[in-house]
Nanobody
Framework: QVQLVESGGGLVQAGGSLRLSCAAS????????VGWFRQAPGKEREFVAA????????DYADSVKGRFTIARDNAKNTVYLQMNSLKPDDTAIYYC??????????????????WGLGTHVTVSS
């Protein structure tokens, strides 16, 4: 069992930055791949970024490549999503999800084993 808590969301102007955190409790967090996903009002949840359980590979949605960076600190059981050059289209609830032993690329395809409750990000124009 893994419990996930997202934080770091808020209101920011277009062009600004935010850093989201996904803090995990439970066993063997370092064995889980972690993904960030988002759901905008009226839209389905979509993949944003992921990092493998080893931390040596990452994957990003085309819409965020070059602007967002995912990283993990297994000593702190935390995964971060640094978001730069934010756009109004980035407005959404951001969720983190984990899957045991998976690659970063798999996170955009398979359902996560566990999910957090999300953190709101609003980007004003």
């Amino acid at each position: 069992q893994v419990q996930l808590v997202e934080s770091g969301g808020g209101l920011v102007q277009a062009g600004g930055s935010l850093r989201l955190s996904c803090a995990a409790s439970g066993r063997a967090f370092s064995s889980y791949a972690v993904g960030w996903f988002r759901q905008a009002p009226g839209k389905e949840r979509e993949f944003v970024a992921a990092i493998s359980w080893t931390g040596d590979s990452t994957d990003y949605a085309d819409s965020v490549k070059g602007r967002f960076t995912i990283a993990r600190d297994n000593a702190k059981n935390t995964v971060y999503l640094q978001m730069n050059s934010l756009k109004p289209d980035d407005t959404a609830i951001y969720y983190c999800g984990v899957s045991w032993g998976q690659t970063a690329q798999a996170m955009s395809i398979i359902p996560a084993d566990y999910w957090g409750l999300g953190t709101h990000v609003t980007v004003s124009s």
